[in-house]
């Protein structure tokens, strides 16, 4: 029945035993559900956290359950808002429509594509694959890390068939040699990633949010792909005035970038202040092992940027690149760097209030906070790692059939889990606490018509007052607010707020001036026309008129 590596969230003794059962029991008494389908609930909890139980290797497993899904309990709206108050300095509108762009552009840089109407599938596997679309005759090798985009295609396929070919195989994959490895539904609504199980040749087809489609008045001079040796996701999009520069964040998830904020800060040879070292490592990564990111960028903004302001931007990991880069072209007066816009990023330097770089960066930088985003808050509050533990282990739901059972999993095995990352803490908070915010910091929650700025005190760091406020209950929440697509929206929604509010001051003075002095109100209207046009409106004038001509 098979020969799967032990593992013990998808192939533990358990499925193995179901495999056997159906293996040898009448189609009619098979059973479906996943045994001990609590206990592997526990295990995917854990291993979320970077917690592999049992020394397994992560892989996805070949007995699928029809009847039985794990997924989080809903939480309450208030609990998941962070607690605003708009007493506190907030964005201009420039600034806010500068900062939607950015978070916009932080998005569509994790799949960066000219052509909102195509359909890219990514090989991400070290395998040579063959993609088959029986339904319309094409079929195309895909090497590994290679990306194939369908736009071309006359019809979108509904199913792609995967074949991985190696010479020594000869099994028959509908016809062809090769072992076929998947059978997917393609839909124009994602991209597509091909993903490799390890240790295996088994393969699995994810799909991948799409990217918002970029501005009209936006154009992309410049990008940068992950390749071998480049590390670094990057491009350069211009927007009138205005010069863009995007990163891209990690692929990885919330644990991976959790765990690689232990390591040690370094200080940087050039201006001298104390960085992430794996942030830094990587931007020195390229084609050219004389010039790193910053020393590319700054030759190609050169030719692009002249006089425009730049603005640097980027989400989660991408926010410290993008913090980093700034240093480095501060420091050296190559750009006009008018502002750098994080979405959820870690902190990735240690403040140096006697440096004029830093105070250069600090007096241009905005720092974006969704409501509880856990990781826009580590590592200087190390101890929201208890509470993201809390909202794994706490929210966990088991659904079998219509009914839905909760998994409160063991109070022992919680705590072990909270003391050994309290030991590990323990171990690096002489390292890791030194780093800190950039900057103002800027609060956001959905539906909150404001902003709320905290600048950042390199001093008395009275800011840490509410990067370490918790919310009273632990959810999914502090992981789902993380997302550049949470971002955008809350953004998106302040705009329209902020145009909405722009609007009817314009009507509000319109009304007005056709009231006091109707004699240049035709001459006036055009160019308030003009303006509320910026803002999405239509035409006035002759409606206008028309109203006032008795006055």
Not at 149 to 178: K, W
């Amino acid at each position: 029945v098979g020969n799967d590596t032990y593992d013990v969230v998808s192939a533990n003794c358990h499925h193995a035993a179901l495999d056997v059962y159906n293996a040898c029991a009448a189609a009619d008494v098979r059973l479906k559900t996943i045994p001990n389908a609590v206990h592997i609930s526990m295990a995917q909890g854990l291993r979320k956290l970077g917690i592999d139980v049992a020394g397994s290797e992560s892989r996805s497993g070949a007995v699928q359950s029809e009847s039985t899904s794990v997924s989080h309990a809903p939480y309450a709206s208030d609990i998941s808002h962070f607690p605003l108050d708009d007493t506190g300095a907030s964005l201009d509108y420039a600034k806010l429509r500068c900062a939607q762009k950015a978070a916009l552009l932080s998005q569509w840089v994790y799949v960066p594509e000219l052509s909102s109407e195509s359909v890219m599938i990514h090989n991400a596997t070290d395998l040579r694959i063959m993609l088959y679309f029986d339904e319309i005759g094409v079929e195309k090798p895909l090497e590994p890390d290679e990306r194939v985009s369908l736009t071309e295609l006359e019809h979108l396929p509904e199913f792609a068939i995967a074949v991985y070919h190696h010479d020594s195989m000869s099994l028959a994959a509908r016809g062809r040699l090769g072992r076929c490895l998947l059978v997917s539904r393609i839909d124009s609504r994602h991209h597509f990633t091909i993903r490799q199980q390890k240790g295996t040749v088994a393969v699995s087809l994810a799909a991948v949010d799409k990217p918002p489609k970029l501005m009209d008045t936006m154009k992309v001079r410049h990008l940068e792909l992950v390749s071998k040796g480049q590390l670094v996701q990057w491009a350069v999009v211009e927007d009138g005035n205005t010069v863009f520069v995007a990163f891209k964040g990690s692929d990885a998830n919330i644990s991976d970038v959790i765990s690689s904020l232990g390591a040690i800060p370094v200080q940087h040879p050039v201006h001298g202040l104390y960085v992430h070292t794996c942030v830094h490592t990587s931007l020195q990564a390229g084609p050219s092992e004389e010039l790193g990111v910053a020393g590319r960028l700054s030759a190609i903004l050169q030719q692009v940027a002249r006089r425009r302001s730049v603005v640097l931007c980027g989400h989660s990991l991408g926010g410290g690149y993008a913090l980093l880069v700034a240093l480095e072209l501060l420091h050296a007066n190559s750009a006009r760097v008018a502002a750098v816009m994080t979405f959820g990023s870690p902190h990735v330097v240690v403040p140096s209030v006697e440096s004029r770089d830093w105070k250069r960066l600090s007096a241009i930088t905005c720092h974006f906070i969704n409501s509880w985003d856990a990781v826009a808050r580590i590592p200087s509050q190390w101890e929201w790692l208890e509470g993201t533990v809390k909202s794994v282990l706490s929210t966990l739901e088991v659904k079998t059939g219509p009914v839905k059972v909760g998994v409160p999993f063991a109070e022992g095995v919680t705590r072990k889990v909270i003391d050994h990352l309290h030991a590990t803490y323990a171990a690096l908070k002489d390292r890791v606490a030194k780093y800190d915010t950039v900057g103002a910091i800027y609060f956001l929650s959905p539906g909150v018509a404001f902003t709320m700025c905290v600048p950042t005190d390199g001093r008395t760091r009275s800011h840490h007052e509410y990067l370490r406020k918790t919310p009273e209950e632990w959810g999914w929440f502090v992981f789902e607010q993380h997302s550049s697509i949470a971002y955008l929206s809350v953004l998106t929604e302040l705009i329209e707020h902020a145009d909405g509010l722009r609007r009817a001051g314009l009507f509000a003075h319109l009304s007005e001036l056709a009231t006091a002095a109707p004699g240049i109100l035709q001459s006036r209207c055009k160019c308030l026309e003009r303006a509320l046009g910026r803002c999405g409106g239509g035409p006035l004038s002759g409606a206008l008129v028309a109203q006032h001509a008795s006055t």
